[in-house]
């Protein structure tokens, strides 16, 4: 495994804006807190900040991501997107798209999502999308400040050296090629198809119809946990925003903004 660098990752860069302001570290907490730093302080649309590793990798509700150095892409985006906060979902849905759109030229390998933030391959969990923002008002309804969208990928690790009390099944793109994957070209790859479907974005196409057919979740079979209820039903569609549209035994319809999903086997 040979570490990034700054110069051998803008080597390769192929895209105007994203990932051109460039801060690589060996080693941070989480490339989220120091992106959102950034942030915070007027960094431009696009930076990037990646790591070969993280001492504090975060997951949504404080949980941790962790990857041995080296092992995996670990990484954060800053946007300044037209959005409003109900919308950020669509940060994370473009940035699924690209990691999907990244594997699949880069390895060959079919990729697909799992709602609201997984990156599915092989039938596990190959990454974790953590999108962060900051409003540019008080109001609920502000235009967003900033977004930070924070990418992991699991691309030359082996799941047994991760924690054993995972919430699903990990895996990498190694572990399923049976070989190692450069991260170079993978991260280039990522960055070209995020800037395209950003421009598309920001152009006000909503990429929701894309990320659906991406979902492996849809049309299965459910358990949804959020932070104060577990549901049982089956995973209908998911509306504009990204919240996942559950059918409960009852006839029901429940919208679920965020939570998470176990799909279960039919009986
Ligand atoms: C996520 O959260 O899946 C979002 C992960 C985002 C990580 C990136 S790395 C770069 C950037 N900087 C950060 O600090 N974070 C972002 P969530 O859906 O809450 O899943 C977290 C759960 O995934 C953990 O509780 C573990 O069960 C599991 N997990 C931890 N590390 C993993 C790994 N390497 N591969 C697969 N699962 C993992």
Redesign the pocket.
């Known amino acids: 495994m040979v570490a990034l660098s700054t110069e051998r990752i803008r080597a390769g860069l192929t895209t105007d804006f994203m990932g051109r302001n460039l801060v690589y570290l060996p080693e941070v907490g989480?490339?989220?807190?120091k992106a959102r730093e950034l942030a915070g302080a007027g960094a431009p649309e696009g930076t990037l900040v990646i790591a070969d590793h993280?001492t504090?990798?975060?997951?949504?509700?404080g949980?941790?991501?962790?990857?041995p150095f080296g092992a995996?892409l670990?990484?954060?985006l800053v946007f300044r997107p037209t959005l409003g906060p109900h919308q950020m979902q669509w940060l994370t849905m473009i940035c699924g798209l690209a990691v999907v759109d990244s594997v699949e030229s880069e390895t060959g390998l079919q990729a697909a999502l799992k709602w609201p933030?997984?990156v599915v391959v092989g039938g596990a969990?190959?990454?974790?999308?953590?999108t962060e923002f900051e409003l540019g008002g008080v109001q609920p309804d502000s235009q967003v400040d900033w977004a930070v969208v924070?990418?992991?990928l699991?691309v030359n690790?082996d799941?047994s050296q991760?924690?054993g009390?995972?919430?699903?099944p990990?895996t990498s793109l190694s572990q399923v090629l049976g070989r190692q994957v450069a991260r170079l070209p993978l991260l280039w790859a990522f960055l070209e198809a995020l800037e395209a479907r950003y421009l598309v974005l920001e152009s006000g196409h909503s990429p929701h119809q894309e990320w659906a057919e991406r979902l492996v979740t849809l049309d299965r079979p459910v358990t949804v946990s959020t932070s104060d209820r577990v549901l049982e039903g089956v995973a209908e569609g998911v509306d504009a925003n990204g919240a996942l549209l559950v059918r409960l035994a009852n006839g029901g319809l429940e919208t679920v903004v965020a939570g998470?999903v176990t799909l279960r086997v039919q009986d």
């Not at 504090?56 to 509700?61: I, M, Y």
């Open positions: 989480s490339t989220n807190d993280q504090a990798g975060r997951g949504r509700l949980r941790r991501w962790e990857a995996g670990l990484m954060s933030n997984d969990k190959a990454g974790g999308i953590l924070g990418i992991g699991n690790l799941p991760l924690p009390d995972l919430l699903v990990a998470d």
